[in-house]
Nanobody, 127 residues
């Protein structure tokens, strides 16, 4: 059974940084793209960043470009989201997600395209 466990959330002041980690287990994740989504109260879940299995392809949501960086360590089945220059509007529950892809370089940006999800970790940015 696939499990995704997020960690690293918390409370930070605007301009600060947080590092989220997602540990995947339960199967071999070869050819699995991994992504971070977030959902604020009253809003739809939105994509934050996506990385292909190979790590060679990444995608960032428009509001986080230049501030967030996604990376992965396939040997440890871990994906990291480094978040810098955080803003109050980044406040949300952050979710890790993964899905199989036909090749190692594909990625997807819609929540409905992902099969496996973590429980989420709260990120709160104070002004």
């Amino acid at each position: 059974q696939v499990q995704l466990v997020e960690s690293g959330g918390g409370l930070v002041q605007a301009g600060g940084s947080l590092r989220l980690s997602c540990a995947a287990s339960g199967r071999t994740f070869t050819s699995y793209a991994m992504a971070w989504f977030r959902q604020a109260p009253g809003k739809e879940r939105e994509v934050v960043a996506v990385i292909s299995w190979s790590g060679g392809s990444t995608y960032y949501g428009g509001s986080v470009k230049g501030r967030f960086t996604i990376s992965r360590d396939n040997a440890k089945n871990t994906v990291i989201l480094q978040m810098n220059n955080l803003k109050p509007e980044d406040t949300a529950v952050y979710y890790c997600a993964t899905r199989y892809t036909q090749n190692g370089s594909s990625w997807y940006t819609r929540a409905k395209e992902y099969i496996y999800w973590g429980q989420g970790t709260q990120v709160t940015v104070s002004s």
